[in-house]
């Protein structure tokens, strides 16, 4: 095995990741790279629940609001300078934390990307016209019926993932997860995934405390100055897709607020789908001592190096 290891903390929205992702830090005198693709952006700190400037403090951070919204960055992006980043952390450490909630991201970084086939530009500026005039739901009704595998795993609320997954399956005839071959590339470091969990109840029950933190912390105001950039891949986003819909008349305030809720409900529970299916993960309750995941963490790691 190399004896480099990237710890890869996991589990759904709100359950306390980058809590577990500072601690493991602490304890391995090591630095955490993000896989949260939305807390890339520096207009986005709000609404993505960036760690506040005491966690950031902590121990270093990396591809934590460095880009603009305005700034296309794509998951080949990512995993090109993330895996750049691990060679010169690896160079003086032996173990490196990445934490996050977009699956994509991590599996970008710790199996690397399956390749698909190109597709006529033309079936994604049909499907773009038809998001226009027909809205998301029926782009989602028609993924779900061209490959519904790949809708139980998607953040159905991007228009840009439903996009990508349908012009795949309209352009191929296949379905976008016959593509995901699920072979990992080789990487110069061994994986070990972490994974954080909690009754459902519990689950829900934190997304909604954090979203009411979030509108006392001024997401409103932080949507209102992103409203006019609606539009930006990276605004189609639970958190401020719902706000829009306030500020252009559509919905009362209540009610978007309600929709926050239940949208990242639904994204918690599709996180959950992605991640279980992996057998390599060792879950832990979300509220466990660090010691616990640490001795753990410590056993896999000689096993492995065994």
């Not at 750049?84 to 934490?99: E, G």
Request: positive net charge.
């Amino acid at each position: 095995m190399t004896g480099k290891f990237l710890i890869n903390v996991i589990g759904p929205t709100a359950i306390g990741k980058t809590k577990m992702a500072i601690a493991l830090a602490q304890y391995f005198d090591t630095e955490i790279i993000s896989a949260d693709s939305r807390q890339f952006y520096k207009e986005m700190r709000i609404g993505t629940a960036v760690p506040s400037i005491e966690e950031l403090n902590t121990v270093p951070h990396h591809f934590i609001q460095f880009k603009s919204t305005f700034e296309p960055y794509s998951v080949g992006d990512f995993e090109r300078d993330a895996l750049s980043l691990l060679k010169q952390l690896f160079a003086k450490k032996n173990v490196v934390v990445i934490a996050g909630g977009s699956g994509l991201y991590i599996d970008a970084v710790t199996k690397g990307l399956d390749k698909f086939p190109k597709v006529a530009p033309e079936v994604r500026k049909e499907l773009n016209q038809r998001l226009e005039v027909e809205g998301i739901e029926g782009l989602q009704k028609q993924l779900k019926q061209l490959d519904p595998i790949h809708y139980d795993k998607v953040d159905l609320e991007n228009p840009h993932r439903l996009v990508r997954a349908l012009e795949v399956c309209l352009g191929t005839g296949k379905p976008y997860s016959s593509f995901l071959k699920g072979k990992s590339q080789k990487r110069f470091f061994s994986v070990v995934n972490v994974g954080l969990q909690a009754d459902r109840e519990v689950i829900y029950k934190r997304i909604d405390k954090r979203v009411d933190l979030m509108m006392q912390e001024g997401l409103l105001e932080e949507a209102r100055s992103l409203h006019h950039h609606k539009k930006e891949n990276a605004l189609q986003t639970v958190g401020y897709k719902e706000l829009f819909n306030y500020f252009e008349g559509i919905w009362e305030l209540d009610f978007a607020i309600s929709e926050i809720k239940k949208n990242t409900r639904r994204f918690a529970k599709r996180q959950l789908t992605w991640f279980r299916k992996d057998e390599s993960i060792l879950w832990f309750p979300y509220d466990c001592d660090v010691h616990e995941v640490v001795e753990s963490i410590k056993d896999k790691m000689k096993s492995d190096n065994g």
